[in-house]
T-cell receptor, first 113, second 114 residues
Protein backbone atom coordinates (compact mmCIF):
# COMPACT_ATOMS: atom_id res chain seq x y z
CA UNK A 1 0.00 0.00 0.00
CA UNK A 2 1.90 3.05 -1.26
CA UNK A 3 1.79 6.46 0.30
CA UNK A 4 3.05 8.81 2.95
CA UNK A 5 2.66 8.18 6.64
CA UNK A 6 3.03 10.69 9.42
CA UNK A 7 3.18 9.96 13.10
CA UNK A 8 1.92 10.66 15.59
CA UNK A 9 -1.49 11.96 14.54
CA UNK A 10 -1.71 14.15 17.65
CA UNK A 11 1.22 15.44 19.69
CA UNK A 12 1.32 17.50 22.84
CA UNK A 13 4.41 19.39 23.86
CA UNK A 14 5.33 21.25 26.98
CA UNK A 15 6.98 24.63 26.81
CA UNK A 16 10.73 24.31 26.27
CA UNK A 17 10.58 20.80 24.85
CA UNK A 18 11.85 19.63 21.49
CA UNK A 19 9.62 17.19 19.61
CA UNK A 20 10.16 15.22 16.42
CA UNK A 21 7.48 14.52 13.84
CA UNK A 22 7.92 11.49 11.65
CA UNK A 23 7.34 11.35 7.89
CA UNK A 24 7.90 8.21 5.83
CA UNK A 25 7.12 7.54 2.17
CA UNK A 26 7.30 4.41 0.04
CA UNK A 27 6.58 6.12 -3.26
CA UNK A 28 10.27 6.21 -4.21
CA UNK A 29 10.03 9.99 -4.44
CA UNK A 30 13.20 12.05 -4.40
CA UNK A 31 11.74 15.28 -3.05
CA UNK A 32 10.09 15.76 0.33
CA UNK A 33 8.57 18.78 2.03
CA UNK A 34 7.30 19.99 5.37
CA UNK A 35 4.48 22.50 5.58
CA UNK A 36 2.74 24.24 8.43
CA UNK A 37 -0.98 24.92 8.21
CA UNK A 38 -2.73 27.48 10.41
CA UNK A 39 -6.45 28.31 10.31
CA UNK A 40 -7.31 30.82 7.59
CA UNK A 41 -3.87 30.65 6.03
CA UNK A 42 -2.43 28.77 3.15
CA UNK A 43 0.31 26.24 3.61
CA UNK A 44 3.69 27.65 4.49
CA UNK A 45 6.86 25.80 3.55
CA UNK A 46 9.21 24.99 6.43
CA UNK A 47 11.88 22.87 4.76
CA UNK A 48 12.29 20.83 1.63
CA UNK A 49 14.73 18.21 0.43
CA UNK A 50 15.48 17.25 -3.14
CA UNK A 51 17.87 14.40 -2.43
CA UNK A 52 19.29 12.44 0.47
CA UNK A 53 21.64 14.39 2.75
CA UNK A 54 20.52 17.72 1.31
CA UNK A 55 17.76 20.10 2.36
CA UNK A 56 16.86 23.78 2.03
CA UNK A 57 15.01 26.24 4.22
CA UNK A 58 11.56 27.36 3.24
CA UNK A 59 9.79 30.54 4.27
CA UNK A 60 9.45 29.76 7.98
CA UNK A 61 12.41 27.56 8.94
CA UNK A 62 13.30 29.37 12.17
CA UNK A 63 12.78 27.13 15.17
CA UNK A 64 12.68 23.95 13.08
CA UNK A 65 15.27 21.42 11.97
CA UNK A 66 15.22 18.44 9.61
CA UNK A 67 17.40 15.57 8.43
CA UNK A 68 17.33 13.43 5.31
CA UNK A 69 19.52 10.40 5.96
CA UNK A 70 17.31 8.05 3.97
CA UNK A 71 15.27 8.61 0.83
CA UNK A 72 12.14 7.33 2.57
CA UNK A 73 12.34 9.46 5.69
CA UNK A 74 12.25 13.20 6.41
CA UNK A 75 11.71 13.87 10.13
CA UNK A 76 10.97 17.36 11.40
CA UNK A 77 12.09 18.57 14.84
CA UNK A 78 10.20 21.44 16.39
CA UNK A 79 12.62 23.04 18.79
CA UNK A 80 12.01 25.18 21.85
CA UNK A 81 13.11 28.16 19.74
CA UNK A 82 9.85 27.98 17.77
CA UNK A 83 7.71 30.51 19.63
CA UNK A 84 4.30 29.49 18.34
CA UNK A 85 4.45 25.83 17.36
CA UNK A 86 0.79 24.91 17.78
CA UNK A 87 -0.35 24.04 14.25
CA UNK A 88 -1.16 21.26 11.81
CA UNK A 89 2.00 19.91 10.14
CA UNK A 90 1.87 18.32 6.72
CA UNK A 91 4.56 16.30 5.01
CA UNK A 92 4.56 15.85 1.24
CA UNK A 93 6.66 14.22 -1.43
CA UNK A 94 7.05 14.40 -5.18
CA UNK A 95 9.18 13.10 -7.97
CA UNK A 96 12.23 15.15 -8.87
CA UNK A 97 10.80 16.03 -12.29
CA UNK A 98 7.26 16.86 -11.16
CA UNK A 99 7.75 18.80 -7.97
CA UNK A 100 4.46 20.63 -8.10
CA UNK A 101 2.30 17.51 -8.06
CA UNK A 102 2.80 16.70 -4.42
CA UNK A 103 1.44 13.80 -2.41
CA UNK A 104 0.55 14.60 1.17
CA UNK A 105 0.52 12.64 4.36
CA UNK A 106 -2.43 12.77 6.78
CA UNK A 107 -0.78 15.38 9.01
CA UNK A 108 0.24 15.76 12.65
CA UNK A 109 -1.56 18.16 14.94
CA UNK A 110 0.88 19.63 17.45
CA UNK A 111 -0.41 21.40 20.54
CA UNK A 112 1.77 23.19 23.06
CA UNK A 113 0.46 22.91 26.60
CA UNK B 1 5.72 39.60 -5.38
CA UNK B 2 4.11 36.31 -6.24
CA UNK B 3 0.76 35.68 -4.61
CA UNK B 4 -2.44 33.73 -4.79
CA UNK B 5 -5.80 35.00 -3.59
CA UNK B 6 -8.91 33.06 -2.81
CA UNK B 7 -11.40 35.85 -2.16
CA UNK B 8 -14.06 33.72 -0.50
CA UNK B 9 -13.51 32.09 2.89
CA UNK B 10 -16.58 29.96 2.37
CA UNK B 11 -18.88 29.00 -0.48
CA UNK B 12 -22.31 27.48 0.09
CA UNK B 13 -24.03 25.56 -2.70
CA UNK B 14 -27.12 23.38 -2.84
CA UNK B 15 -26.59 19.81 -3.95
CA UNK B 16 -27.08 19.44 -7.69
CA UNK B 17 -26.29 23.07 -8.44
CA UNK B 18 -23.13 24.19 -10.23
CA UNK B 19 -20.28 25.39 -8.06
CA UNK B 20 -17.41 27.82 -8.54
CA UNK B 21 -14.48 28.39 -6.22
CA UNK B 22 -12.49 31.46 -7.17
CA UNK B 23 -8.73 31.95 -7.42
CA UNK B 24 -6.65 34.81 -8.74
CA UNK B 25 -2.90 34.94 -8.97
CA UNK B 26 0.03 37.26 -9.46
CA UNK B 27 3.35 35.96 -10.76
CA UNK B 28 6.21 37.47 -12.67
CA UNK B 29 6.25 34.95 -15.50
CA UNK B 30 4.01 32.26 -16.90
CA UNK B 31 2.24 30.41 -14.11
CA UNK B 32 1.78 26.79 -13.29
CA UNK B 33 -1.58 26.62 -11.48
CA UNK B 34 -2.98 23.95 -9.22
CA UNK B 35 -6.01 22.99 -7.20
CA UNK B 36 -5.83 20.72 -4.17
CA UNK B 37 -8.60 19.50 -1.87
CA UNK B 38 -8.39 18.78 1.85
CA UNK B 39 -10.96 16.71 3.71
CA UNK B 40 -11.25 17.23 7.49
CA UNK B 41 -8.11 16.29 9.42
CA UNK B 42 -6.49 14.90 6.32
CA UNK B 43 -3.64 15.82 4.02
CA UNK B 44 -4.20 17.55 0.71
CA UNK B 45 -5.05 15.70 -2.48
CA UNK B 46 -4.12 16.89 -5.96
CA UNK B 47 -7.13 17.75 -8.14
CA UNK B 48 -5.78 19.29 -11.32
CA UNK B 49 -3.15 21.56 -12.81
CA UNK B 50 -2.66 23.97 -15.68
CA UNK B 51 0.72 24.34 -17.33
CA UNK B 52 -0.01 25.27 -20.90
CA UNK B 53 -2.47 24.55 -23.68
CA UNK B 54 -6.25 24.37 -23.40
CA UNK B 55 -7.59 26.91 -20.94
CA UNK B 56 -10.13 24.42 -19.57
CA UNK B 57 -8.47 21.75 -17.48
CA UNK B 58 -10.28 18.63 -16.33
CA UNK B 59 -9.36 16.94 -13.09
CA UNK B 60 -10.43 14.39 -10.52
CA UNK B 61 -13.96 13.84 -9.15
CA UNK B 62 -15.62 15.74 -12.03
CA UNK B 63 -13.90 19.04 -11.28
CA UNK B 64 -12.52 21.37 -13.91
CA UNK B 65 -10.81 24.74 -13.85
CA UNK B 66 -10.69 27.59 -16.31
CA UNK B 67 -7.48 29.53 -16.84
CA UNK B 68 -8.04 33.16 -17.82
CA UNK B 69 -4.81 34.99 -18.51
CA UNK B 70 -6.34 38.45 -18.97
CA UNK B 71 -8.11 38.22 -15.61
CA UNK B 72 -5.24 36.26 -13.96
CA UNK B 73 -7.78 33.79 -12.66
CA UNK B 74 -8.03 30.04 -12.31
CA UNK B 75 -11.51 29.28 -10.97
CA UNK B 76 -12.50 25.77 -9.98
CA UNK B 77 -15.85 24.54 -11.25
CA UNK B 78 -18.17 21.58 -11.20
CA UNK B 79 -21.48 21.34 -13.08
CA UNK B 80 -23.40 19.52 -10.35
CA UNK B 81 -22.28 19.58 -6.71
CA UNK B 82 -22.37 16.57 -4.41
CA UNK B 83 -22.56 16.65 -0.62
CA UNK B 84 -19.30 14.69 -0.61
CA UNK B 85 -17.60 17.64 -2.34
CA UNK B 86 -17.72 19.52 0.96
CA UNK B 87 -14.10 20.18 1.89
CA UNK B 88 -11.39 22.84 1.97
CA UNK B 89 -10.02 23.79 -1.44
CA UNK B 90 -6.62 25.32 -2.05
CA UNK B 91 -5.34 27.08 -5.12
CA UNK B 92 -1.57 27.23 -5.66
CA UNK B 93 0.79 28.70 -8.21
CA UNK B 94 4.37 28.16 -9.20
CA UNK B 95 6.34 30.58 -11.28
CA UNK B 96 8.21 28.56 -13.88
CA UNK B 97 11.31 30.44 -12.89
CA UNK B 98 11.21 29.08 -9.33
CA UNK B 99 12.23 25.72 -7.99
CA UNK B 100 9.97 23.53 -5.93
CA UNK B 101 8.11 26.17 -4.04
CA UNK B 102 4.37 26.48 -4.48
CA UNK B 103 2.62 29.65 -3.36
CA UNK B 104 -0.64 28.68 -1.66
CA UNK B 105 -3.93 30.49 -1.29
CA UNK B 106 -5.58 30.63 2.13
CA UNK B 107 -8.20 28.08 1.18
CA UNK B 108 -11.95 28.18 0.58
CA UNK B 109 -14.34 26.06 2.58
CA UNK B 110 -16.96 24.56 0.29
CA UNK B 111 -20.20 23.48 1.90
CA UNK B 112 -22.70 21.54 -0.16
CA UNK B 113 -26.13 21.38 1.42
CA UNK B 114 -28.54 18.52 0.67
Amino acid sequence: DGGITQSPKYLFRKEGQNVTLSCEQNLNHDAMYWYRQDPGQGLRLIYYSQIVNDFQKGDIAEGYSVSREKKESFPLTVTSAQKNPTAFYLCASSTYSSTDTQYFGPGTRLTVL
Amino acid sequence: AQSVAQPEDQVNVAEGNPLTVKCTYSVSGNPYLFWYVQYPNRGLQFLLKYITGDNLVKGSYGFEAEFNKSQTSFHLKKPSALVSDSALYFCAVRDIGSNYQLIWGAGTKLIIKP
